[in-house]
């Protein structure tokens, strides 16, 4: 088995079986039920799950480059067969399962963000879940997580006592405070009153309509508009599609607009952040990004971007630019911007030689200290859903998916 990052998605074909025999193999190493039980069939039984809930798993690469399902779990939505104790808007996690060859590899950690984010995707207003008290290890990634006991809703058989918890996802900023984070060079105010953003192509975020209502005259003219826009500056059409701009996406389906990317914001509030844990680590902090920052942040791969046009979009919003000096070269970057009561986390990149040094770790969490001490009371974030690395080392830190949104291109 490879140690690369497992990817979590929905079953698909094989998929399917493959996840239902790894969740009975797995409750039965933990004794949690016996071979001839009918629940250890119901466990099996990942077909109908698949249908009538929503079956994620966990792969990895196996050894001859075929994917390998090493984790599963079920998201039943609140009135279907799998939901236990949800109530109307509750989605319910059941059935979390690691193959015990892959554990102790963060795989049901992964899983459970995977849910999380799912609920927020989907619109429940909470995950909930039921527990056993011998089941310890996903009691702890549960807490971890950020999951809340809930004793009042805890409920058994004659000898069995299930202890629920949920979790509730924090406020999103909305899409205004995310603009007003990372401001376009131009913003055109459509007729329906969509923000277009026009910065000559730097950065998808500040090259992007926002669709806000539909004015008189419908999505359809508001997207005329945009495409005019766009088509003007010499710049590819793209939306951001929020959770609930589903008129907007059929429209932009119809048009035969592609989705490039999908994107989690995550929150976390910071009365109670963690402090940083490397003193010794050199971090300088600047009230505007100078050329080491800006190249570091821009890498090899953008290293051809319009660096005078990338300022400017930086400095559109107050913020504090940090760098982590080691043998007094900058090996890793991040800024912090801010509008209201939020700080928004960009631009995290650690030099490719100097990763997996605890760098980005310690840059996050000397930007959540810096957020602090300007009064800023939440963060927030916007990582690519299949940035698992950075979603990993997110999650460790607090941060909780609030919102999300992909952004669909001609
Ligand atoms: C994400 C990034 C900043 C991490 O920097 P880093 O200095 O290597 O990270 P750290 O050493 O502090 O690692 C912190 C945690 O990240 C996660 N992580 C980092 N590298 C990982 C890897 N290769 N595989 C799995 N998890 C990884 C782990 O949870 C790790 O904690 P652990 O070491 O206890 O397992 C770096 O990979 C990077 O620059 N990536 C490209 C830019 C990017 O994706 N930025 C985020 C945009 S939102």
């Known amino acids: 088995m490879s140690a690369a990052a497992p990817v979590v998605s929905v079953a698909t074909g094989s998929q399917v079986a493959d996840a239902g025999a790894l969740t009975a193999e797995a409750y039965l190493a933990d004794r949690l039920v016996a071979p001839d039980e009918d629940y250890a069939l119901e466990l099996r039984d990942a077909q109908r799950r698949a249908v009538e809930a929503t079956l994620l798993v966990a792969t990895v690469e196996g050894t001859d480059g075929a994917s390998v399902v090493v984790g599963t779990v079920t998201l039943a939505p609140y009135g279907t067969s799998y939901a236990e104790v949800a109530e109307p808007g509750e989605l319910e996690l059941r059935m979390l399962a690691v193959a015990p060859e892959a554990r102790r590899r963060g795989i049901a950690e992964d899983l459970v963000r995977a849910a999380m984010r799912h609920c927020v995707v989907v619109g429940a207003r909470r995950l909930v879940l039921s527990t056993l008290d011998a089941m310890q290890t996903a009691q702890r990634v549960y807490a971890r997580l950020g999951f809340v006991a809930q004793p009042h809703r805890d409920w058994g058989h004659v000898e069995i006592h299930l202890r629920v918890h949920t979790w509730t996802p924090p406020e999103p900023p ?19 009153g969509w923000r277009v953003g026009v910065s000559a192509g730097v950065t998808r975020r500040a090259n992007s309509a926002i669709p806000l209502g539909s004015g008189s005259r419908g999505v359809g003219a508001a997207l005329d508009e945009v495409e005019a826009v766009y088509a003007a500056a010499g710049l590819p059409s793209i939306v951001r599609v929020g959770r609930a701009d589903r008129d907007v996406e059929a429209e932009l389906e119809a048009r035969g607009y592609e989705v490039a990317s ?8 910071l009365a109670q952040a963690p402090a940083a844990e490397r003193p010794h680590l050199h971090v300088v902090s600047a009230a505007a990004p100078d050329d080491a920052w800006l190249s570091t942040w821009l890498g090899a791969k953008k290293a051809d971007a319009d660096r005078a046009l990338a300022r400017q979009v930086l400095l559109g919003a107050p913020a504090d630019y940090l760098a982590a000096a080691v043998d007094g070269h900058a090996a890793g970057v991040i800024r912090v911007a801010y509008s209201e009561d939020w700080a928004a986390l960009s631009c995290l990149v650690v030099r490719p030689d100097a990763r997996r040094h605890g760098l980005g770790r310690e840059l996050t969490l000397r930007a959540l200290e810096v957020a602090r001490s300007r009064g800023a009371r939440r963060a927030f974030l916007q990582v690519e859903s299949h940035n698992v690395i950075a979603a990993r080392l997110y999650a460790a830190l607090g941060f909780q998916p609030a919102d999300a949104y992909r952004y669909r291109q001609r």
């Not at 899409?175 to 329906?192: D, G, I, N, S, Y």
């Not at 999908?262 to 509030?269: A, H, K």
């Open 174 to 192: 909305g899409v205004l405070v995310e603009q007003a984070t990372w401001p376009p060079a131009r913003v055109h105010v459509t007729e329906a």
């Open 262 to 269: 999908e994107t989690d914001v995550l929150v976390r509030d």
